[in-house]
């Protein structure tokens, strides 16, 4: 099994930056794609980021590139999100997920944290 947990969550005002950890632990040899997700209130949860633990290869969505980059600390078992020139629609509760498979979109994460939330008004 696999545990996650987030970190760094927080307010902030439009521009601000944070930054979000992800510690893994338990059996992270299986996991080949972790996932950084937002879900605002009344909104369907949507991938910001992803990252193949094993070569460092790095994925986004239209609406993170150019202000969110994810990173890893491989011998922590932590991924970070770098959240800079936040804006209030980046509002939402932020979760880390991990999938065995390959880094293939957004689907098929079958390991969650808790969430943490970040908050830009």
């Known amino acids: 099994d696999v545990q996650l947990v987030e970190s760094g969550g927080g307010s902030v005002q439009p521009g601000g930056s944070l930054r979000l950890s992800c510690a893994a632990s338990g059996y992270t040899a299986s996991i080949n794609c972790v996932g950084w997700f937002r879900q605002a209130p009344g909104k369907e949860r949507e991938g910001v980021a992803a990252?193949?633990?094993?070569?460092?290869?790095?994925y986004y969505a239209d609406s993170a590139k150019g202000r969110f980059t994810i990173s890893q600390a491989y011998a922590k078992n932590t991924v970070y999100l770098q959240m800079n020139s936040l804006k209030p629609e980046d509002t939402a509760m932020y979760y880390c997920?991990?999938?065995?498979?390959?880094?293939?979109?957004?689907?098929?994460?079958?390991?969650w944290g808790q969430g943490t939330q970040v908050t830009v008004s």
């Open positions: 997920a991990a999938r065995g498979g390959a880094c293939r979109g957004w689907v098929d994460f079958g390991y």
């Open positions: 990252i193949w633990p094993g070569g460092g290869t790095t």
